[in-house]
């Protein structure tokens, strides 16, 4: 029987409560709740597109994650060196990155983020301190140690972050890059979306324990567990891990508990297939979305209300759908682009 370490957070029927933000700057707060409705506006688009047969390629949705990224990248600068992987919409957004660019990419537009041939699943804005993402689980940990390695040897104080799932955390190389890390002291900050699924397979078919903290106890890393849907309490815990990292004490490990409302890949609930995942589970930890309690938060501190809500929505909705357009409009790249910049050698 797996241990269920993490207890009441991994529970879809706790916390559904609104998110206590009192002593909280008001001003941080309400950019939190923009980042992460431009989030979910931006993944409803590419889920509606996938439906409908516009993008091509598969989509690897967060909707119901996006306290995590928003409440980490609170914390980071855009010289920092962040790498993801198959579900990063989010991690590069919350960096500031353009919702247009995102679009163009996974519709194959040659503005797209890595020029139109990537999609969905290879991200790169290095302008935004997003060094990029690849489909390979795991792919880019070991690679977030080295450029956060190389930021200390370059004498700066900014770091590496590697974002991986609980699925990622299967891979050997993430063992290999938690002994390096803390080895060689690296300024890197591993983020774990403990979604409690990997593809289809809950947790329990695939580990002895839910917890992902254990292999930051097992490297000796500081490290913090929190609600991952709750956007205060991950950039607090984000705050104190990467205060510690810039400061020279070496990486740092936050597992955020969070659960996605869609299936593994693209627009459907998978539902049918999911071991574990039933409707009752996914419509429980849909009581649990990070925006509604931020919302409702704010509202109780009087700072928010409805209207000002639909006002923001509708700003939100219009810009993402302004870039949608946009880039449904471009063009795809050239046959020459693929030998020149996925085969070749040409400079990106
Ligand atoms: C090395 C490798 N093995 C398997 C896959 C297929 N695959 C893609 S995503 C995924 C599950 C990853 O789960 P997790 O790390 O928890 O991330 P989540 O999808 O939950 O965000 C798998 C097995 C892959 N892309 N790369
Ligand atoms: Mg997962």
Redesign the pocket.
Known sequence: MISRSLGRLSDSTQFHEPLDVAGQDRIVLTQQLEMMLRIRYAERFLANGRRDGIVGGPV?LGIGQEAVATGVAAVLRKSDRIFGG??SHSHVLSMGGSVYRLFAEVLARRSGMSRGMGGSMHLWDKPNGFYGAV????GTVSLAVGAGLAAKLQGVQDIGVAY?????ME?GVVHEALNLARMLNAPVLFVV?N?L???HMHISLRQPSDSMVRFAVANDIEHSVVDGNDVVKTHQAADALVQRIRAGHGPGFLEAVTFRWFG?VDWREDIDVGVYRSADEVSEWRKRDPIARLYKGLCSAGWFDETTMAQLEEKISQEVQKAWDLALRDESPSIEAMSDYVYGARAA
């Open positions: 690897h198959h579900r489909p390979i689980v795991a991986l799932g609980d699925g990622a891979e979306e979604n699924f990997a593809s593994h």
